[in-house]
């Protein structure tokens, strides 16, 4: 077993962790799915599931390793059904014998043929068919990359007028949390470089909200005027009975 583990060092290095407990072992490593003709760049390894292996002492000879599959991203339900079998019969297939790394390699391969997300995009709700518009975040969901993009154009917005206030108010503020976009799902800091990779968003249409909101707020205090004076003419008119009574009208519809 020592020497089983030794190799899968030598091959996964910090991806594998190792454990002792009592006087089992237990193996974690994270599986990503390759890329497009088995690419390993980072950003498209998109999909990707943990797997535990507890081996116990009588590992390989007599007994075999109690294996979990766990924290999956962008798989589906049946998937993962398969992922387990697969698991299961290269357990049977290698009883008595070291098993891990032809596990371990099966999953990577099976996750690659896998190849996109089967996961809609959180955002606008729509699944992602296209390798090329798909952003992988630093906490490992999927989106648009437009999708995203607004997304982060807006929240900077929202944080840049947050930050204003706190500062107008006179209120301390200890971190310049600017850039701190939350990942809209888990709520995890999306890192610099996942916002560097952001496509540009269309500007015209935020110089369009802003505008927008100025306008409102010039107009705001009339608006309110006007609401009062149309109020009181409401007021005058249901006095002298000449409006008809919302309240009644109802009551007549319920009877
Ligand atoms: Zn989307
Ligand atoms: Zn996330």
């Not at 296209?130 to 944080?159: A, G, M, P, Q, W």
């Amino acid at each position: 077993m020592d020497e089983e583990i030794q190799v899968l060092q030598s091959i996964f290095l910090d991806d594998l962790t190792i454990n002792q407990v009592n006087d089992r072992t237990i193996i974690t490593i994270t599986i990503y799915s390759h890329g497009e003709e088995n690419e390993i760049d980072l950003d498209k390894r998109l999909l990707c599931i943990t797997f535990i292996a507890e081996l116990p002492a009588t590992y390989p000879e007599h007994s075999s390793p109690k294996i979990t599959l766990c924290q999956s991203r962008g798989l589906t339900d049946e998937q993962l059904t398969e992922l387990k079998e697969l698991i299961q019969s290269c357990l049977e297939l290698n009883t008595g014998s070291c098993v891990l790394y032809e596990c371990i390699e099966s999953i990577r391969s099976k996750l690659s043929s896998y190849e996109l997300p089967t996961e809609a995009c959180a955002i606008c709700l729509t699944m992602i068919t296209d390798r090329n518009e798909i952003i992988r975040t630093n906490c490992h969901h999927f989106y648009h990359k437009d999708c995203l993009s607004s997304y982060v154009e807006n929240k900077k917005l929202e944080l840049e007028e947050k930050y204003n206030d706190a500062k107008k108010n006179g209120f301390s503020v200890e971190k310049d949390f600017r850039q701190d976009i939350e990942d809209p799902v888990c709520r995890q800091i999306l890192s610099t470089t996942i916002l560097e990779q952001l496509p540009p968003t269309n500007r015209t249409e935020h110089v369009d909200t802003k505008l927008h909101r100025e306008l409102i707020q010039t107009l705001s205090p009339n608006i309110r005027q006007w609401q009062q004076q149309t109020q009181a003419l409401f007021q005058q008119q249901k006095d002298k009975g000449g409006i008809i009574d919302l309240d009644r009208t109802q009551e007549i519809i319920f009877r």
